[in-house]
């Protein structure tokens, strides 16, 4: 719990500062979870973690159709389709 409140509080503290979100949440991630007893896998998450959601088809739906989409509208302009 106080690594969870120390996390937020240096997440506001980033945001504050400027930095991403983003940005400032992975990094806030990675070192907690470093801090954590669990250290080792704080160095194996950024590898195995984009993987993992990238291969959820469930994530992968939205940004296809919106790729086809853009594909369909410049092949035939404004027509409904």
Do not use: C, K
Not at 64 to 71: D, E, Q, R, T
């Amino acid at each position: 719990m106080i690594v969870g409140s120390l996390g937020i509080i240096v997440m506001i503290v980033l945001l504050v500062l400027g930095m991403p979100i983003g940005f400032g949440m992975a990094l806030v991630g990675f070192v907690g979870f470093g801090i954590l007893p669990q250290y080792q896998q704080s160095l194996i998450s950024p590898a195995t973690v984009p993987y993992d959601v990238m291969a959820n088809y469930g994530f992968l739906r939205p940004p296809l159709f919106y790729f086809w989409s853009g594909l369909q509208e410049l092949r035939h302009g404004e027509r409904s389709v």
